[in-house]
């Protein structure tokens, strides 16, 4: 656990050489650097969605090459599209959630700690375990980043009955309203554990409470392509399609933004109809 205060952001600086992580990502973990290699994409064009200027550190850190345009088959271009929008999408849903303690499950090398406009007084708590997130502190210390929140990292597998006691010692006030974002995360898991993750944040969620993630697809329906294996292998659906019905049936109010529609928004409009999307569900009273 490493809490901190907000001081002002740093200009971010590349580092020189690769600083592998200390200890080796596990496959699941390794899938926090591809999500970088996309937000780092996505910050090196023209008029671009977001700008996360710390992506392009981590892809170097760990000796990869910095993405480049138009490579890849369909599969590859629609998981890049994916990925910008709903890294587009949930920024602008976090800060209008108006939370002061945000919980991002799985943080990966998201760095919204870093990059958002948070209201003062907010606090994220990032959850991940404990090699991605030591990698991603070695290359953000590295590079002298500065939270623009308070910032509380705690290694955790999301899997485990004891991480919601440990978010309460970390400082987590369960009876007050937070914000928890799921991103990329749920179809890394069998429909039970999604299940089980949901059903603990449950208990975290005061009534008000507001919670982002995907909408699920039928994984065994996903294009195969060999160069993308390493992450679709890994899939096992989550709670699939019916995840915002799940919420619905648990104590969740949700709503339901189609892909297409977040395209459409944002400028960026999908070449074919999309059946993904984001939801975001509100705690409701009495549940
Ligand atoms: C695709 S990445 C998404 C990371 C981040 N949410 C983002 O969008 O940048 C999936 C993340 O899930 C994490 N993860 C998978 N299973 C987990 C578990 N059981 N407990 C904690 N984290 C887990 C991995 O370590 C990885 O960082």
Known sequence: MTPSEPVPP?????????????????????????????????????????????????????????????????????????????TRFYDDRLLAAGADQVVLLAAGLDTRAYRLDWPAGTRVFELDLGPVLAFKEQ???????????????????????????RLVAAGFDPSRP???????????LSP???????????????????????????VAATPQDPALAHITDLWRGGLGPDTHGWLDRHGWTTGLTALDRVGATYGRPLSRPSTRGFIEAVRRTGD
């Open 10 to 86: 740093a200009e971010p600086l590349t580092p020189s050489e690769p600083v592998p992580p200390a200890e080796p990502l596990s496959p699941v973990s390794r899938t926090a650097l591809s999500v970088a290699r996309v937000r780092a994409y996505e910050s090196s064009r023209p008029d671009p969605l977001f700008v996360d200027p710390y992506a392009a550190a981590f892809v170097e850190a760990a000796g990869l090459p910095l993405p480049t345009s138009g490579s890849g088959g369909d599969l590859a271009k629609a998981l890049v599209a994916h990925g910008i929008l709903r």
């Open 192 to 218: 039970e554990e999604a299940a089980g993750l949901l059903t603990a944040v449950a208990g975290l969620a005061a009534p008000g409470s507001r919670l982002l993630t995907e909408k699920g697809g039928d």
């Open 178 to 188: 937070s914000a928890w974002l799921a991103e990329g995360l749920l179809v890394y």
């Open 139 to 165: 290359v953000l210390d590295g590079i002298g980043a500065r939270p623009r929140s308070g910032r509380t990292t705690l290694p955790a597998d999301l899997l485990d009955p004891d991480w919601p006691a």
